[in-house]
């Protein structure tokens, strides 16, 4: 079974800083992408920021404020945000393209609980 587990929400100021993590742990022989995903109430998700083992890649709102990162060794994955505004205010999901031991040899998704952000102002 694979888990992912996110940390790092919280309430923060207009122009704040976050930090989220998001850490994937179970039979997991190779993680392809990973990303984060965000839905605020009445809204639809949306990605927010993902990469792979080469390439990453931001929503026209992420770009230049936020930036993703992944720690292979750990299997996670980080979104740095900064310069937060209160329309960032959202849930923060994170996703992971996981080949298991427990399945077959092919990727599969898997989401994280989500993690609440909040920005005041």
């Known amino acids: 079974q694979v888990e992912l587990v996110e940390s790092g929400g919280g309430e923060v100021q207009a122009g704040g800083s976050l930090r989220l993590s998001c850490a994937a742990s179970g039979s997991i022989i190779r993680i392809n992408r990973m990303g984060w995903y965000r839905q605020a109430p009445g809204k639809e998700r949306e990605l927010v920021a993902d990469?792979?083992?080469?390439?990453?890649n931001y929503s026209d709102s992420a770009k230049g404020r936020f930036a993703v990162s992944r720690d292979n060794g750990k299997n996670t994955v980080y979104l740095q945000m900064n310069s937060l505004k209160p329309e960032d205010t959202a849930l923060y999901y994170c996703s992971a393209e996981i080949i298991s031991s427990t399945t077959d040899w092919r990727f599969r998704t898997y989401w994280g609980q989500g993690t609440q952000v909040t920005v005041s102002s």
């Open positions: 990469i792979t083992r080469l390439t990453s």
